[in-house]
């Protein structure tokens, strides 16, 4: 096929004009059909188009149509005789793709939908049962009309518009977009988010390649609200999120270390889907693609804690779709930022959110001062005003949550200032390897952001000087001091020297001091010495010995005694053995770790640790042990399994994963995931079972097809509330291509929530739709189309219609229909169809069902004069079996051609019923004005 040559595309149905791109099969060539309009109008049935070549510049499809209309209705009451209304309807869909002679990108999209003209420019994203239904996967179900085609979504949006507009690093989105502000440490934030978004920079740089100046911003009427986890690590993979049924690709997963005395975070690293995680969004989990232990050692040789002193944290932020109420409010952010210098960057940020309680204004300017290569000064000032959003915490991954209230007060401000300063000895000339660090930061109560939430005035201080005065030697001199206006001081002095005394023998001792006041004003004081022997014959072997002790004492103080050994050992090039155990004044510790790795991928791991600090110190000799493995058996199966048994403390917990991948054969995928928590405690027990199940198959064209399933189950006790709740999911469909001319296509989906009262994560309903389709194209005779569609529809929540934004009857339907038309010549066009209902209604929050069946017979002719007019005849016949009433009516309507791409008609519906047998109301007669415009 040549470029420029025209073509006939009889795509009546794919939705595109809410942003997708049709492809035709094998022909190369790209077009947007809506999926409403096209089947009544033959004109965009059949549009000459051209094929999306790099020539072409631009591709765009739209339609506008307005109707305005009386309608005419009896009522009940004999004395009210007939009773008029007046009705209006319209929708707007546009869609535009293309790259403008300045090169900048352009992709937009406008889709209304059909509803009143006062609402057609309102938000939608309501929760209900078939819209957590589309959870299950971010593919769209359709329809089979016997095409072919395919859908790419260039405009993905919750809303009725996307814009993007686009240039090298510079866009402006409006839609679906993932927004972050980097750069100030204490507004960082992403979100996902629907509204505005933009970034711009300058197109010159500096000399590391950043630009001059950038600006990066977004504004939405979020219909979800943001939450934060905050997960401590159990040396396992598998973590359970705070709420369910997230929203698809809006979380950021990171891991967190903080200083476990001072709280100060000292680290943060951001994860990658699918490389370092995946998640279950409808389940609310994520499974880490390697362990995550819950603390480390700062490289300090005393050790402060009974334990390590650096807490480690997996950090999940995300969006989720609240059931108990609207989210009413604004979200805000933006950030400034410019180099004043080659070297000397300053930024300001401002975050607003006035969603739910969490009305919040924060604002912070910040400065970034490189001074040589491995050296920088970084100085910022911030503020919040009002509560904030707040966060949750889980030590046992996420079985039991304690929600963190948020330290912010409505109109009380908080204020926060730091400086960083790292200075390498290198860029000051000096030839002796080393750096110098030192921090300050000063908190007031009220300030609340995604990591620090303050609730007294603090103030935070330190340095640290490490050098390397010969080769083979580390001096390391660190001071910290930490206050709070509740009267709580920590001081802490610290030095330690190490030096490689040999090939294979390393000795390190330390010294520190540390000086606390309490909250009622006792003071204490402690200084502790440590000696550390460290032996590695090889890289690959490596033991050592450890020995502190408390040398002196004043106050209420207890010693800090332990002494241990440990070491790890690498055995070939896949299998690591690392462990420790130790004792003294807090207890027996220890842990020992096993991981085993593969060349192609596959992960063993096992581990087993006795924190001395957790719940009566250990001294049982109980802990926590963790069993996991990844693995890929051969080509065909893959499975990954984790267990965790925690038995110390008033809570005893225990957890279980296993999943699984299987491909019996070419096209054939089966999986399985199924995790299981138990939490045992003198309140009672709690138990979360989970289940899911996925079969798909796909053999090319021909046949394709896919099973899901998710089920959740919660029962007992937990922090001492009834937490039973049941959630079952299922989707399935399949797609047949039976011949050249027909196609099949059957779906169906299942939801039901049951919840306590108490329980607002989700909402309680059931919600079921199965249907067969069967479309007839004949691909020699293009003027024949026949569709025929088998609905069951069972909504015992009652959903919206028509635009009304009201909630519609619940219903158990049974509903079968015919649509075929036939296009005589190229004047005269026939169709019909014909449906039937069988079921029962009830009004919503009722259970007194009436039967409601009926027959609906409809037959049309369609003629045109091209470019000219259209002439539209119909007749419809409602036979409604419950009532033994018989209603008939007649449609017809004129339209006038102006110009090539709109028209205007006018209309007289005599009949009171709609075509659509899911539509129970008889409001439709009525007279109608119709304005379409298409391009």
């Known amino acids: 096929m040549k470029y420029g040559q025209k073509i006939k595309i009889t ?74 209304s007046y009705f209006n309807s319209g929708r707007v869909a546009v869609f535009v793709d293309g ?46 009309y016997g095409d072919d085609s ?27 977009t993932k927004t972050r502000l980097d750069g100030s440490h204490y507004l960082g934030n992403e979100r996902a988010l629907y509204g505005l978004s933009l970034h711009g920079e300058s197109d010159a740089k500096t000399s590391t390649g950043d630009a001059q100046a950038s600006i990066t911003g977004y504004a939405s009427q979020p219909d979800r609200l943001p939450q934060r986890d905050v997960l401590r690590g159990t040396g396992g993979s598998l973590y359970f999120t705070r709420r369910q049924d997230i929203s698809v690709g809006s979380e950021t997963v990171s891991i967190v270390r903080r200083d476990a005395v001072t709280g100060r975070v000292l680290s943060f690293e951001r994860l990658d889907p699918g490389a370092d995680y995946d998640m279950n969004y409808i389940q609310g989990s994520v499974v880490l693609n390697r362990p995550l232990v819950g603390s480390e050692q700062s490289g300090n040789v005393v050790v402060s804690q009974s ?24 979200s805000y952010g933006a950030r400034a930022e410019g180099y004043i210098t080659d070297t000397v960057r300053i930024g300001a940020t401002r975050t607003v959110e006035n969603t739910g309680l969490a009305q919040q204004t924060a604002d912070a300017i910040d400065m970034h001062a490189t001074i040589g290569e491995n050296s920088y ?66 908190r007031t109560a009220g300030f609340s952001t995604l990591n620090d939430e303050v609730a007294a005035d603090e103030q935070m201080s330190g340095v640290a000087v490490t050098l390397a005065p010969a080769e083979g030697q580390t001096l390391r001199l660190a001071y910290d001091d930490y206050a709070s206006d509740t009267g709580a001081k920590n001081q802490r002095i610290s030095g330690s020297y190490e030096a490689q005394v040999s090939d294979t023998v390393a000795v390190a001792v330390g010294l520190e001091q540390r000086n606390t006041t309490s909250e009622t004003g006792a003071e ?34 207890s010693n800090n005694q332990r002494y241990g050994i440990g070491g790890s050992y690498v055995i070939g090039a896949n299998t690591t053995v690392s462990g420790e155990v130790s004792d003294g004044t807090a207890g027996v510790g220890g842990r020992v770790n096993v991981t085993y790795a593969t060349e192609g991928g596959d992960t063993y791991y096992a581990g087993y640790e006795v924190d001395p600090a957790k719940n009566g110190g250990g001294q049982d000799g109980s802990g926590i042990v963790i069993l996991g493995a990844k693995t890929q058996i051969n080509e065909r199966t893959s499975t990954f399994a984790e267990s965790r048994f925690d038995v110390v403390g008033t809570e005893r917990e225990t957890s279980n994963a296993f999943g699984a991948e299987y491909s019996p054969a070419d096209g054939w995928v089966l999986g399985a995931t199924v995790q299981q928590g138990r939490v045992t405690s003198d309140a009672g027990d709690f138990d979360r079972n989970t289940v899911s199940l996925s079969v798909s198959y796909n053999q090319g064209d021909a046949l394709s097809a896919r099973l899901l399933g998710e089920f959740r189950q919660d029962r007992g006790i937990l922090s001492g509330s009834n937490q039973d709740a049941d959630m079952m999911l299922i989707a399935a469909d399949v797609s047949y291509r039976l011949s050249e001319s027909t196609r099949l296509l059957a779906s169906a989906s299942h939801a039901k929530t049951t919840v306590p009262a108490s ?50 009857d619940r219903q158990k339907s049974q509903v079968f229909s015919i649509d075929a038309n036939y296009q005589l010549d190229a004047n005269w066009m026939i169709g019909g169809k014909i449906g039937y209902r069988m079921g029962e209604t009830a009004v919503s929050g009722s259970d007194m069902f ?22 539209l005849a119909e007749y419809r016949v409602l036979d409604s079996k419950s009532t033994q009433t018989r209603d008939e009516g007649a449609l017809v309507a004129v339209y006038r051609h102006l110009g090539d791409n709109a028209k205007l008609g006018v209309g007289y519906n005599f009949s009171t019923f709609s075509d659509d047998l899911l539509d129970t109301t008889k409001d439709d007669e009525g007279i109608f004005l119709n304005l379409v415009a298409k391009f």
Do not use: C, H
């Not at 999209?109 to 957590?132: I, Q, V």
């Not at 919600?767 to 069972?794: C, H, M, Q």
């Not at 009436?850 to 002439?871: F, H, K, P, S």
């Open 11 to 84: 795509v009546s149905a794919i939705a595109l004009l809410a942003g997708g791109a049709v492809q035709a099969q094998d022909s190369g060539f790209s077009i947007g059909i809506d999926n409403e309009v096209v089947a009544g109008d033959p004109e965009l049935a059949a549009m000459d188009v051209s094929p999306v070549s790099d020539q072409a510049k631009w591709r765009y499809v739209g339609l506008i149509d307005f109707t305005l209309g009386k309608e005419f209705s009896t009522s009940s009451d004999s004395n009210s005789g007939t009773q008029a």
């Open 99 to 144: 790259v403008t002679d300045t090169g900048v990108s352009i992709t937009a999209s406008a889709d209304t939908g059909e509803d009143e003209l006062s609402n057609l420019f309102r938000n939608w994203d309501e929760k209900d049962a078939e819209g957590l239904l589309r959870r299950i996967d971010p593919d769209d179900q359709y329809p089979v």
């Open 150 to 176: 395919t859908i790419e979504d260039l405009t993905p949006t919750d809303g009725k518009f996307y814009l993007k507009a686009s240039k090298g690093e510079n866009f402006l989105i409006w839609g679906n």
């Open 307 to 330: 334990g390590d002193d650096v807490t480690v944290d997996l950090v999940i932020q995300y969006e989720y779709t609240p059931t108990s109420s609207d989210v009413d409010g604004m």
């Open 377 to 442: 000064v970084a100085v910022e000032a911030a503020r919040t005003r009002g509560p904030g959003l707040g966060s949750s915490f889980s030590q046992d991954g996420g079985l039991v949550v304690d929600d963190v209230l948020t330290a912010g007060t409505e109109n009380v401000e908080g204020r926060a200032v730091r400086a960083d300063v790292q200075v390498d000895l290198a860029d000051l000339g000096s030839k002796m390897e080393g750096d110098i660090r030192a921090y300050l930061e000063d």
């Open 524 to 557: 204490t004081q402690q200084t502790d010495a440590a000696l550390r022997v460290t032996y590695a014959p090889t890289e690959d072997v490596s033991v050592y010995g450890f020995a502190q002790d408390t040398v002196r004492t004043s106050g209420d103080v």
């Open 759 to 808: 329980n607002t994560s989700l909402p309680e309903s059931e919600y079921t739709k199965a249907s067969i389709g069967f479309a007839y194209r004949p691909v020699e005779n293009d003027k024949l189309n026949l569709l025929a569609r088998y609905t069951y529809f069972d909504d015992q929540q009652g959903q919206v219609i028509n635009g009304t934004g009201q909630q519609s």
């Open 850 to 871: 009436t039967d409601n069946e009926a027959m609906l017979v409809i037959g049309n002719v369609r003629y045109t004069v091209m470019n000219q007019w259209d002439l």
